[in-house]
């Protein structure tokens, strides 16, 4: 398990008392946390309050049901959780999306709720704070499916200082304020 000083931004954050973290080290922590509810665990039953959300078609969303977690990374700032049988759900989201761990079969409420996944041991339902909704869910097959979805870049979490100097500076770049 990381510490908190092992994600420097999330613990100046915290420190500093600030409501958001960046988005990097959200999904760091997620991932971390995914990890000690839902790895090993069977997926039941997936629920999306809007069809807006699923930008994929094949392989189709009940393929995914009655599957074991076997897996979970990171993808850029996605997180993705590996199946049985190869198969990805690739989580998108974006700025106002939180994921919950509630008691299975937990309601899902439009329109902050967008999708719930019911597993053996209770459900991730996964919110979105913001009118606009920009969070995305796709269900791909194998690392063919997730390489056409990496958004490319060096890993800013592995890299060390020259290589991200490097990079930085190697052309112009709109950095975010937070």
């Avoid at 954050?13 to 988005?23: C, D, I, K, T």
């Avoid at 995305?136 to 060390?160: C, M, N």
Wanted: aromatic share 6%; glycine share 8%; net charge positive.
């Amino acid at each position: 398990m990381r510490e908190l000083s092992d994600v420097p931004y999330l613990e100046q954050s915290l420190r500093q008392g600030f409501a958001r973290v960046p988005e990097l080290p959200d999904i760091v922590v997620y991932i971390e946390a995914l990890e000690k509810r839902i790895l090993g665990q069977r997926l039941d039953h997936v629920r999306i309050a809007s069809p807006f959300l699923l930008r994929t078609a094949v392989p189709p969303l009940a393929d995914v049901e009655g599957k074991s977690v076997i897996q979970l990374r990171r993808l850029g700032k996605r997180i993705c959780i590996g199946l049985e049988n190869d198969i990805w759900l690739v989580l998108h989201l974006m700025i106002a999306g939180r994921l919950h761990w509630k008691k299975r079969n937990a309601k899902l409420s439009p329109p902050r709720g967008l999708a719930a996944f019911d597993f053996t041991n209770g459900t991730l339902l996964w919110t979105e704070a913001g009118s606009k909704k920009r969070a995305s869910l796709h269900v791909v097959a194998g690392e063919a499916g997730l390489s056409a979805l990496d958004p490319g870049g060096i890993e800013v979490l592995e890299s060390d200082l020259a290589t991200f100097s490097t990079v930085l500076t190697s052309a112009n770049h709109t950095l975010k304020r937070h």
